[in-house]
């Protein structure tokens, strides 16, 4: 009889054991925040919004059922780090969810950064970018994700920067370099797509810095095997 109760004791334990180990081992389903320009939204050549990466990661996560929210309501065509830091600094309610930008991004458990490509090109239209510029603009960039780090202790991923007919290769590279290594300083995920944005398929036309449709695509992809 005594060996009987062990026995039941030991299927009780085992079954409360396994039970645990599901429970904290389970994954969480994802709360992401999406920052960034109208690199991030989808515009496109012809000036209106279009499919975007971030379209194409949520259809993704939702067909997996591993996504409980996605959040872009901080993507925004010409939306400048300085402006993203300042609301950041006024803590802005984000209309969509009734929470503060930061309460956004604090109950996210993933945030993914695209900001700089378009402010970089339009400050580079008319002359190349100046040694200065591309400094101050490097500081805002830290300075960025150093306030996201005050906020949050999400898994973050950090999309780089390419060249174009206005972005110089010289610069995409430095630019690059500089955040990777502030990624590797801060514990994020950095995404190089330098050689990735070459294909010219992945845009509309060579006047345009925006990609396509299959670059959105193709981005989303890299991020998802990022995650």
């Keep these: 009889m005594r060996r ?93 969810t009734d929470l503060t930008i930061k309460q956004d991004i604090h109950k996210a458990n993933l945030v993914i950064i695209n900001m700089g490509e378009e402010e970089l090109v339009k400050m580079s239209m008319t002359n190349d970018l100046t040694k200065e510029e591309l400094e101050e603009f490097l500081e805002y960039y830290q300075t960025l994700i150093q306030e996201i780090k005050k906020i949050s202790e999400a898994k973050i991923v950090v999309i780089g920067f390419y060249e174009n007919k206005y972005l110089s290769k010289s610069n995409a590279i430095i630019l690059n370099s500089e955040v990777s290594n502030m990624a590797l300083k801060y514990d994020l995920t950095f995404i190089n797509i330098i050689d990735l944005m070459l294909n010219k398929k992945f845009f509309a036309s060579e006047n345009s810095f925006y990609y396509n449709y299959l670059g959105h695509k193709e981005l989303a992809e890299v991020i998802i095997h990022s995650i």
Excluded: P, Q, W
């Design 4 to 96: 009987l109760y062990k026995l039941i004791i030991i299927i009780l334990l085992s079954i409360i054991l396994a039970y645990f180990i599901y429970f904290f081992n389970k994954e969480e389903k994802l709360r992401i925040v999406s920052l960034g320009d109208g690199t991030s939204s989808g515009e496109t050549y012809y000036n209106i919004d279009g499919i975007s990466y971030n379209d194409y990661l949520k259809e993704y996560l939702e067909g997996k059922n591993n996504l409980k929210s996605y959040n872009t309501s901080f993507v925004k065509k010409n939306y400048k780090i300085e402006e993203l830091l300042a609301d950041l600094n006024n803590n802005v309610i984000d209309k969509k």
